[in-house]
C-alpha cells in the first residue's frame, strides 16, 4: 500500500495498487434503505443451532453456504434464507456446524453475485475467504479473565510509540523466536548479539505508555498459505475488519490461533505496563466492487459521485460512507467488540477526514462508556476530494466539534523536519528561519494562547485544539522517509555528528512539547529504511529493526529514554487543559532567528519545580538567551538530561549551544 500522512494542502499520493472501477447504478435510494437495529447481524451460534443473519435490502434472493474447508470443495449445506424486517435476511441451521466455515451470497436484479465473507464475522480461514464458525470463549489464553490494563491519569500522560508488528522482532539478531509474530511481544529476556535488551523489554525500558500497532486486523494483501515467501505490508488494505491478520500468526490456517496468539499479545504488552492501540482503516476497503460489503449490499457501504462512480477520498478507489446509518453502525460495533474482545485501549483512525463528524462522535460516546481511558485519534484530511461536504467531515480544522478524538499536528511536523513532500526542505532544527510561530503554535498544541502569532503558522492560521490532548504531537511516523533518513536527505552536507544534533532537537520539542507525544519506533536508535521513502511492500530487510544500532547508537537511545522519563516526572510539560497552558507557559522575546524559548512558571499543574525554562535552538551556530534572573539548574543539553543537574545558568543570560535543546528549573 502507498500509504501516506497528508495534509489537506497536498493530496498528491496514490495509495496500494489502486485500481479502476466501474460505475455505481444505484444513487437515489440509499437514504431510503432501512436500517437494523438488532445488534446480532452475522453468526449467533450455539450447539444446538447458528443463526444468520445477514443485512441487504435489495437483495432478491439470499443464500448461506457451510463448507467443510477454507478454501477448497463444495458447500455441504446450503440454505435459503428469509427475508424479514428492516433489511434483514435471516437462516437457522439446526444442527452443531462448529468449526465449519460458511459464506454469504445474495441473488441481485436477477443475477446470483459472488459468495461472500459475513461482515461481521469474527473468525475466518486461511486467506479470509470463508467465515468460520467458533466459540470464542475457548480462544482466550491462560489468565485473559485476569487481563488489567495499565493506570491511565489523563490523555495527557500519553507517549505513543508506532510500530508494525514484523519489524520489532524480524532480524536475525532480535533474540526473539517467534520473529515477526504477536508472540514476539510475549517474550522477555531477549538481547541482541551485543546484549542490548530487545523486543519487549526495549519498549518497556524506554518508558512509552502506549505501543500504536499498524494495521492487524485481516488484510488482503498477503497470502497467508505461503508464509516462507515472508512478504510484507502494512495492511493498509482492509478485508476482514473483525479478525486478527493471518500471518502475524505462527499457524495462518488456524482461525483460533490467530485471535488466542493475539490476545496474548495484548496480555503481555498489558502485563509490562503497556497500553494497546490499534490502526483502524474503516475509510476504504481493500477491494471494490468485489468487497464484502459491495457483494452483499451493492453500492450501499461507499460514497458516490454525481455520475455513480465510486468516490476515492483514499487514493485507493473508494471511500466508505460512513454518514449512512448501517457503515456508522458497523464502525461503532466493530470499535466496540475490539475493546471488549481483545481488550484494546485506543484507536488511530487512517485517513479520519473521509468520516463524517456524527459518526467520530458516535464512536467516542460508545468507547468511553465501555472505558473513559480509551484514546481515540486519526488523521485530519483525507488523501483526495470528497462528495461529502468539509463542514461534515472529521477534519483537522473541524477537531473543535469533535468529542474526545484527537487528531496529529502537520503544523509542527513539518516545521520541525521541512514539508513532508519535499524531502530536501529544511526545518526548524536543520537552521531554516521563519518556522518559530509553527514551532511555538505546536509547544501549545495547537490550543489559543495571546503570544502565537497564527498569521505566521505554517498552515493554521487559528487554533484548532479545544484542549491539548487533542493534537497528536509527531514529526515521523510509519509515512515517509525515518526522520534519520529525512535529516540526510535534507543536509546532504551535514557530518554525522550535526545530523544526530538535529535528531536530538527533534525529540526534545516533541517531548518537551504540550499534547500527546507521538514516536515513530526505532528513531530513538537512529533507524534507517536506507532512504526508502515509501516502504509499504519493502522486504524487511528495509522495515526491520537493525539492532546493533542500538549499541552503536547508546548515546542517542539513553537522551530518548531520559526525556521520556523527564516528561512523565513533571506534569509542567503535559497541562490538562489550554487554560493551564495559557496561565503557566509564557514565551520569551527572543529576537533572534530559528531560536524559541519559554517559561513553565508557578509550579505548572502541580509540577515540583517551580519554574521551567525551555530553549529551542536551531541554528547551527550558539545563540545567547536573556533569561529571567535566579541560579537556573540545566537539565537537559545537547549531550544528555539530568534532573541532578548537568551545570548552573546566572545572571540573567546564558547561551544555547547549537542544534540543540536546553531545559533549566528552579
Known amino acids: 500500500m502507498k500509504k501516506f500522512l497528508l495534509a489537506p494542502l497536498f493530496l498528491t ?52 453456504h457451510v463448507y467443510e474447508s477454507a478454501l477448497s470443495g463444495q458447500p455441504t449445506i446450503s440454505v435459503d434464507m428469509t427475508q424479514g424486517n428492516q433489511g434483514v435476511w435471516e437462516a437457522t441451521i439446526g444442527e452443531n456446524i462448529k468449526a465449519r466455515y460458511y459464506t454469504f451470497q445474495i441473488q441481485h436484479k436477477g443475477q446470483w453475485l459472488e459468495e461472500a465473507v459475513d461482515p461481521y464475522a469474527k ?7 470463508r467465515a468460520m464458525v467458533i466459540e470464542l470463549h475457548k480462544t482466550n489464553p491462560q489468565g485473559w479473565e485476569n487481563d488489567r490494563k495499565p493506570a491511565l491519569a489523563a490523555f495527557n500522560d500519553i507517549i505513543i510509540y508506532e510500530l508494525h508488528v514484523r519489524d520489532l522482532s524480524i532480524h536475525p539478531d532480535s533474540g526473539i523466536k517467534n520473529k515477526g509474530k504477536y508472540l514476539a511481544f510475549t517474550e522477555t529476556g531477549a538481547k541482541s548479539s551485543e546484549g542490548e535488551a530487545t523486543g519487549i523489554d526495549h519498549i518497556k525500558d ?59 499479545m495484548v496480555k503481555a504488552m498489558h502485563d509490562n505496563g503497556l497500553r494497546v492501540i490499534m490502526d483502524v482503516v474503516y475509510n476504504h476497503t481493500g477491494a471494490t466492487e468485489n468487497s464484502n460489503f459491495n457483494l452483499l449490499a451493492p453500492g450501499y457501504y461507499y460514497r458516490q459521485n454525481a455520475d455513480g462512480s465510486f468516490s476515492n477520498a483514499s487514493a485507493c478507489g473508494n471511500e466508505t460512507a460512513s454518514d449512512r446509518p448501517m457503515m456508522r453502525k458497523f464502525i461503532i460495533e466493530s470499535v466496540l467488540y475490539w475493546a471488549k474482545e481483545y481488550h484494546i485501549d485506543g484507536f488511530r483512525f487512517d485517513l479520519m477526514g473521509i468520516h463524517d463528524i456524527e459518526t467520530m462522535n458516535q464512536v467516542s460516546e ?63 532544527i536543520s537552521g531554516k528561519p521563519g518556522l518559530e510561530e509553527s514551532i511555538k503554535f505546536g509547544i501549545v498544541a495547537s490550543t489559543q494562547h495571546p503570544q502565537v502569532n497564527y498569521d505566521s503558522v505554517n498552515y493554521s492560521k487559528a487554533p484548532w485544539a479545544p484542549e491539548p490532548y487533542q493534537t497528536i504531537t509527531y514529526e515521523s511516523c ?143 551556530t550558539p545563540q545567547k538567551l536573556a533569561i529571567p534572573p535566579g541560579d537556573w539548574t540545566i537539565a537537559v543539553n545537547d549531550k544528555a538530561v539530568s534532573e541532578k543537574g548537568l551545570g548552573k545558568a546566572t545572571g540573567g543570560q546564558m547561551t544555547v549551544p547549537g542544534t540543540s535543546a536546553v531545559v533549566m528549573y528552579k
Open 13 to 64: 499520493a496514490m495509495l496500494f495498487s489502486c485500481k479502476p472501477t466501474s460505475p455505481v447504478t444505484e444513487l437515489t435510494s440509499f437514504e431510503q434503505y432501512p436500517v437494523y437495529e438488532g445488534k446480532d447481524l452475522g453468526l449467533t451460534y450455539s450447539p444446538g443451532g447458528s443463526v444468520f443473519k445477514l443485512w441487504s435490502p435489495t437483495a432478491d434472493a439470499a443464500k448461506v
Open 123 to 129: 473468525a475466518v480461514g486461511v486467506n479470509g475467504k
Open 206 to 264: 524506554l518508558g512509552v505508555t502506549h505501543v500504536h500497532l499498524l494495521p492487524v486486523y485481516d488484510f488482503l494483501s498477503i497470502d497467508e498459505t505461503k508464509p516462507e515467501l515472508n512478504k510484507y505490508n502494512w495492511g493498509y488494505d482492509p478485508q476482514n475488519y473483525n479478525v486478527p491478520e493471518g500471518s502475524y500468526s505462527t499457524d495462518a490456517a488456524g482461525p483460533a490461533m490467530r485471535i488466542r496468539e493475539f490476545k496474548q
Open 478 to 620: 510509519h509515512d515517509n522517509h525515518t526522520l534519520w533518513d529525512r535529516i540526510a536527505v535534507a543536509n546532504p552536507e551535514a557530518s554525522e555528528a550535526d545530523r544526530i544534533r538535529m535528531n536530538k532537537l527533534a525529540a526534545a520539542i516533541v517531548l518537551t512539547s504540550q499534547g500527546v507525544s507521538f514516536l515513530h519506533a526505532g528513531e530513538e536508535m537512529l533507524r534507517t529504511k536506507n532512504g526508502v521513502e515509501n516502504s509499504f511492500e519493502s522486504p524487511d530487510e528495509i522495515n526491520r529493526f537493525d539492532w546493533s544500532r542500538k549499541a552503536k547508537y547508546k548515546d542517542v537511545y539513553n537522551y530518548y529514554k531520559s526525556l521520556i522519563a523527564l516528561r512523565k516526572s513533571h506534569p509542567a510539560f503535559r497541562m490538562s487543559s489550554t487554560a493551564l497552558i495559557q496561565k503557566h507557559l509564557e514565551f520569551l522575546d527572543t529576537k533572534q532567528s530559528n531560536l524559541v524559548a519559554y517559561r513553565l512558571k508557578d509550579n505548572a499543574n502541580g509540577d515540583s519545580w517551580k519554574d521551567i525554562l525551555v530553549a529551542l535552538n536551531g541554528n547551527a
Open 366 to 428: 460508545a468507547l468511553h462508556a465501555v472505558d473513559p481511558t480509551i484514546f481515540i485519534y486519526g488523521e485530519g484530511w483525507t488523501a483526495g476530494s470528497s462528495p461529502l461536504p468539509d463542514s461534515l467531515r472529521a477534519l483537522k480544522a473541524n477537531v473543535l466539534k469533535l468529542n474526545k478524538v484527537a487528531a496529529f499536528s502537520d503544523d509542527i511536523r513539518d516545521a520541525i523536519k521541512g514539508h513532508v513532500f519535499t524531502p530536501t526542505e529544511k526545518g526548524f
